[in-house]
């Protein structure tokens, strides 16, 4: 009786795991049409304004990036290198969209192993792409985007994505004036959070995303830090 009853808490937790797996390739695959819609579009206007080789240069980057999503649909979660190929990927097709608008640079800390630890899939993209569009394409000149992924122990990690944009607060005077929709926006940051919460109700670890303005002189903002802390668990690779 008593192992029977074991074996059905044991096929319970089993259920509850593969369906919040479910669940968090679900939330995943929402985040994936927004940005795809956003370079069709610059396809389209590149092609409308006889922008011959610029649009052929889009859709050929375009498709190496929609390989590497459609490759990575299922999977919640994939070694760091991976995931910051596809970052590079992203970030060199949004360079090529605003005319080489921005500066990036990608860090890891030699301390990590980029190819054996494993990160959650395309939770960094949102964050970044929010950094470009609602923070940095509203300066003029000077726009400076930074991601690291740092280790802080042995089973501890953050990942960084800092700008130098207009910050949170004028951002959302934008939306509210009209010039741009702030519907995604709103979603994305929900579906990020949505599945921080998951992962720590799957294993249990820590997982935190903070999003702050950075102070700057005389009560100004000079842009705005996202950092997200993450225990490593073997489960990840599986």
Known sequence: MIRNSHQQEASLLLLH????????????????????????????TALMTGETALAQEY??????LLRKVLMLADKNFIPLQEETDLLELYLKLEQLRTNNGFEYTLYTDPQISPSALYVPCMLVQPFVENAIW?????????????????????NLYACEVTDNGI???QALQYHHDG???????SRGMEICMERATLYRTMYHKQFNIEISDLPGAENTV????????????PAMSR
């Open 17 to 44: 795991k593969q369906l919040t797996e479910l669940k968090l390739v679900n939330l995943k695959s929402q985040v994936n049409p927004h940005f795809q819609f956003n370079c069709l579009n610059g396809i389209y």
């Open 59 to 64: 859709i050929s980057r375009f498709a190496g």
């Open 134 to 154: 609602h923070g940095l394409m509203h300066k003029s000149t000077n726009r400076l985007l930074q991601i690291q992924w740092i280790q802080l122990a042995p």
């Open 167 to 169: 910050g949170r607060v």
């Open 179 to 185: 010039l741009k929709s702030n519907n995604h926006h």
């Open 222 to 233: 000079e842009g705005t830090r996202v950092y997200i802390t993450f225990e490593s668990d």
